[in-house]
């Protein structure tokens, strides 16, 4: 697949969830905003109808206040409780009862309410209107043995047929009040329904209301109410707004205020699926805006990957065209109008190519060189043949001469040869260096004889280390060039193999004249520069050691066990020199 393609692939991936995790997020918070406004209309027309309502109660029980706060309109109530209805009395009650009428018939009355109504055992009732009944009894009215049994509060009846008029086909609202003192009957303040109605009017024609008395009596409905609903809210006090279960798994969106005074649940609700028209407009408006969103993303696509993508086609096509044969003849590469990226991507091309035509130059001029060091190398592995045959001469002239020594001296030398010639293995076991190491003591024994005394000794665990060839010997060989030139004593070498928890170890131990300060410094210096050199550029110091001498083994070993190397130096107390090498034990041998 193309690079152009896996752009466009990504970015329209990343469009896609973008415009996803927008439209959910614009959604969720749009669907939150919705039903947040939801139950702040709720609360607020919740609050609004318990304050209509409140106010509705109170200018109905007003008016009992006003007619009982009038002086001649409690006398007559008074003359008619008190009074025997006779042919003497008559008068006086006629008299009481227009009285009554009259206060009744007031036009702040009359236009303020549906009818005002009082009732006595001593008289008919008597209202403010000329269709009342007289032939009714008022014990008789739903109203009578609530309120007689709470003389001292007002008995709140809600909507219910108008018994006391000529039709009895009208519903009216009504508030009774017991008038204190014995056998002074009642009075009743009624409302027709379509003046509760307009009092108690929501703006959102979708709210039900439902005022409920504490008997869990239904007092007003706007529309058909679930009563069981109605009713389950009862007795919480205040309703906050919400999501609550109906009957029959129906979910409204309700709130409620109790108002204590009338002992009123006023309640507001309606069903959540009528919400769901304007979830569907939100979810219709989200549609719309992630599509807005996906087809802008694919624009910007095409157009940037196009933008992105022409500078690599054309390094793409630059790269295809290149050969040995046009390598000098190409123009320069040049991205104009580009990033700093594509600008330094133009500049090592170059810098490759101008590095790679000189290159093949050299490779043209080393040809002869390396033809010659081939030539040379295959020289230097026939001239130790003319050494073997040499010792072989010499050997064969031993066993003429019938001495053992010279033909044991021929081929201990000759193996060491082997042993040191051999290029094709760089690293050998401490078993094998040990071994070989055996063999130049051995020879070295024909030259000093009794002034050698020497001792190996190595732990097998430590058998199969591995370290670069001749190393042991190098820093043996040290010790007896190095460690006896003003000495004529004895020479005791001794080569210890050890370890401990973590590390293996070899000491070489003389007994000589050990090094001089100057030489320990020089030493020192030198290991820690051949250290440094090793680290910024090791191919470069591997050309350059040369000699087999301390550093040297400082170096080949460094280039094999890194910063696990152990490498000490130091004079003894008791005399002569002392060099501990050493590394960690490795567990797995790939060398």
């Known amino acids: 697949m193309k690079f152009q393609s896996k752009m466009k692939i990504v970015y329209i991936i990343l469009g896609i969830l973008a415009a996803t995790v927008s439209g959910f997020i614009y959604y969720s918070i749009s669907v939150d905003k919705l039903y947040g406004r939801e139950m702040q209309n709720l609360t607020i027309s919740a609050a609004q109808l318990n304050q209509q309502y409140d106010e509705m109660i109170k200018s109905m029980e007003d008016i009992s206040y006003y007619l009982l706060s009038d002086a001649d309109m409690l006398s007559a109530i008074t003359s008619i409780s008190t009074m025997v209805r006779s042919e003497n009395t008559e008068n006086y009650f006629q008299d009481a009862e227009k009285e009554i009428i009259s206060r009744q018939n007031s036009d702040y009355i009359r236009k303020r309410f549906y009818r005002v109504i009082f009732c006595n055992d001593n008289c008919e009732p008597i209202g403010n209107s000329q269709d009342i009944r007289k032939d009714i009894n008022y014990k008789e009215m739903p109203w009578y043995e609530k309120a007689e049994k709470n003389p001292n509060t007002y008995t709140t009846i809600g909507l219910h047929w108008d018994l006391w008029g000529q039709n009895d086909k009208i519903q009216v609202f009504s508030v009774i009040k017991q008038i204190q003192g014995k056998n002074m009957g009642y009075i009743e303040v009624q409302q027709s329904a379509d003046k509760v109605h307009e009092k108690l009017r929501m703006a959102d024609k979708d709210l039900k209301v439902c005022l409920v008395n504490?008997?869990?009596e239904l007092l007003y409905?706007?529309?058909?109410?679930?009563?069981?609903?109605?009713?389950?809210?009862?007795?919480?006090?205040?309703?906050?707004?919400?999501?609550?279960?109906?009957?029959?798994?129906?979910d409204y969106l309700a709130a409620g205020v109790y108002n204590e005074e009338a002992g009123t649940m006023v309640l507001v609700y309606k069903d959540s699926s009528l919400i769901q028209g304007d979830m569907v407009h939100i979810m219709y408006m989200t549609i719309f805006l992630v599509g807005c969103m996906l087809l802008f993303s694919l624009l910007y696509v095409a157009v940037s990957t196009s933008h992105l993508t022409k500078s690599i086609i054309q390094l793409q096509n630059v790269l295809a065209n290149t050969n040995l044969e046009t390598l000098d003849q190409m123009e320069p590469l040049e991205f104009r109008n580009e990033n700093d990226e594509f600008q330094r991507i133009g500049q090592v091309y170059e810098e490759m190519r101008s590095r790679l035509s000189k290159s093949i130059g050299?490779?043209?001029?080393?040809?002869?060189?390396?033809?010659?060091?081939?030539?040379?190398m295959l020289q230097a592995q026939v001239n130790p043949h003319f050494i073997y045959n040499a010792l072989n001469v010499i050997s064969s002239r031993g066993i003429l001469d019938d001495d053992e020594v010279?033909?044991?001296?021929?081929?201990?030398?000759?193996?060491?040869?082997?042993?040191s010639t051999d290029t094709?293995?760089?690293?050998?076991?401490?078993?094998?260096?040990l071994t070989y190491l055996e063999l130049y003591f051995s020879l070295?024994?024909?030259?000093?004889?009794?002034?050698l005394e020497y001792t190996i000794d190595l732990d097998k665990a430590i058998e199969e280390e591995r370290v670069p060839k001749l190393v042991i010997q190098q820093l043996a060989e040290n010790s007896i060039n190095h460690g006896y030139a003003n000495s004529s004593k004895v020479m005791?070498?001794?080569?210890?193999?050890?370890?401990?928890?973590?590390?293996w170890y070899i000491r070489i131990r003389d007994n000589g004249e050990g090094f001089s300060p100057e030489v320990l410094v020089q030493l020192t210096d030198g290991m820690k520069k051949l250290k440094q050199d090793l680290l910024d550029n090791r191919q470069n110091v591997e050309m350059k050691i040369g000699g087999m001498g301390i550093l040297n083994t400082f170096a080949r070993l460094y280039l094999l066990k890194g910063e696990n190397l152990i490498f000490d130096i130091h004079n003894r107390t008791e005399g002569g020199a002392e060099i501990i090498i050493?590394?960690?034990?490795?567990?797995?041998?790939?060398?």
């Not at 009713?231 to 707004?241: E, F, M, W």
């Open 221 to 250: 409905w706007n529309t058909q109410v679930d009563m069981g609903f109605c009713r389950s809210l009862l007795g919480r006090g205040k309703i906050p707004a919400g999501r609550y279960a109906g009957e029959e798994g129906t």
């Open 582 to 591: 050493g590394s960690v034990i490795q567990e797995e041998r790939n060398v």
């Open 492 to 503: 005791k070498l001794s080569v210890l193999g050890y370890k401990d928890e973590k590390n």
């Open 214 to 216: 504490e008997e869990g």
């Open 406 to 419: 010279i033909c044991e001296m021929c081929d201990e030398l000759a193996g060491l040869l082997r042993y």
């Open 362 to 376: 050299r490779e043209r001029q080393l040809l002869t060189l390396q033809l010659q060091a081939q030539f040379d």
């Open 444 to 451: 070295l024994k024909y030259r000093y004889e009794h002034k």
């Open 424 to 433: 094709k293995e760089k690293y050998a076991s401490i078993k094998t260096e």
